[in-house]
């Protein structure tokens, strides 16, 4: 089933990911598609895979590599500056360990865009697959949007620095209406009641950041971003403009975690909780067919 004009938004949140890899492997197995896919970090890596049409992929690099002592951990961030093992993720694991199908990932002709963030300018930066080879895109765009600040170093696209697109556009849902996009598919990596509060360690922006004093006042004020987009997001649901996969039981998943076990019932959880949603998923889907919103 070819969705046209309904975009599939997927949230960032690290380790949380690996919900995202089980909605996208049951969406797979439905054999849905999107014409457009819009991706923040950890979700835009689940895309990337969706885009590759690699089935069980995005379990193998969220859950079952991830006891590699490269994955991620404070030698990552004495070695190279990234708590995550940028190298190794980014190279190792694409190239050798768990290979990813460049070819029918440039080949795809839907559009895939990844959100990053400019530290100059402080502002967000949508990169598309269809402009960039393959390996480049994977290597330097991928990573980009997966650089948290002050855990990882900026990466360098073009002559511009870049961190995490989670930073000013954490779901990127306004990007996709703007796009042509009235309706969505939005996979996020939080419970429904969870909201930010501000951060507790901006004395550690200001120390690690000092070169991008515009970044620095955005990231004081993010958690206010991230609240009002769920607002956005609840209230595209309740008009049948969206439809939202987002983890039902309560999570035990952090950003950073590392128990196998854990993230593989994560996994599991996204993809059982998307598959008991897909009777209610393809009646959101034949109203629009139709031409409804009423939900």
């Given at each position: 089933m070819?969705?046209k004009n ?6 960032g ?6 919900y995202t890899?089980?909605?996208l492997d049951a969406?797979?197995?439905e054999n ?5 896919v ?5 979700g835009?890596n689940n895309?990337a895979?969706?885009i590759?049409k690699?089935?069980?992929?995005n379990?193998?690099?969220f859950?079952?590599i991830v006891g590699?002592?490269r994955?991620l951990?404070?030698?990552?961030l004495?070695?190279?500056?990234s708590?995550?093992?940028?190298n190794?993720?980014f ?6 360990l768990?290979?990813?199908?460049y070819?029918?990932?440039?080949n795809?002709?839907v ?6 963030t400019?530290?100059?300018?402080g502002q ?5 697959h ?7 895109f994977v290597?330097?765009i ?7 600040p002050?855990?990882?170093l900026?990466?360098?696209?073009n ?8 930073i000013?556009d954490?779901i990127?849902?306004?990007q996709?209406?703007?796009e042509?996009?009235?309706y969505?598919?939005?996979v ?15 004395f550690?922006?200001n ?5 991008y ?13 991230y609240?009002d987009?769920v607002?956005t997001?609840n209230d595209?649901e ?5 439809y939202?996969?987002?983890?039902r039981?309560e ?7 590392k128990?196998?076990?854990?993230l593989?019932d994560l996994?599991k959880q ?5 598959i008991?949603q897909?009777e209610?998923?393809k ?10 919103t009423n939900v």
């Amino acid at each position: 089933m070819f969705l046209k004009n309904i975009g599939l938004v997927l949230e960032g949140g690290g380790m949380r990911g690996a919900y995202t890899s089980g909605v996208l492997d049951a969406l797979m197995d439905e054999n849905i598609k999107c014409s457009y896919v819009i991706g923040v970090s950890a979700g835009a890596n689940n895309g990337a895979d969706f885009i590759a049409k690699q089935r069980d992929r995005n379990k193998k690099v969220f859950v079952d590599i991830v006891g590699d002592k490269r994955y991620l951990g404070i030698m990552n961030l004495l070695k190279e500056g990234s708590y995550f093992g940028m190298n190794f993720l980014f190279d190792e694991v694409p190239n050798v360990l768990v290979p990813f199908d460049y070819e029918t990932f440039a080949n795809n002709p839907v559009t895939f865009k990844v959100c990053t963030t400019d530290c100059e300018a402080g502002q967000s930066v949508y990169f598309s697959h269809k402009d960039y080879d393959a390996k480049y895109f994977v290597q330097k765009i991928l990573r980009a949007s997966c650089s948290l600040p002050i855990l990882s170093l900026p990466v360098e696209i073009n002559g511009s620095s870049y961190l995490d697109g989670g930073i000013i556009d954490p779901i990127p849902i306004d990007q996709s209406m703007k796009e042509g996009n009235p309706y969505n598919i939005i996979v996020l990596t939080r419970n429904k009641n969870y909201r930010k509060t501000p951060s507790k360690l901006n004395f550690l922006t200001n120390i690690f950041l000092y070169k991008y004093p515009k970044l620095i006042k955005i990231i004081k004020t993010r958690y206010k971003k991230y609240n009002d987009c769920v607002e956005t997001i609840n209230d595209l649901e309740s008009k049948g403009y969206a439809y939202v996969f987002r983890p039902r039981k309560e999570l035990s998943v952090d950003r950073f975690e590392k128990d196998i076990s854990k993230l593989n019932d994560l996994y599991k959880q996204g993809y059982e909780e998307t598959i008991n949603q897909m009777e209610s998923f393809k009646k959101w889907m034949k109203r629009i067919e139709e031409g409804s919103t009423n939900v």
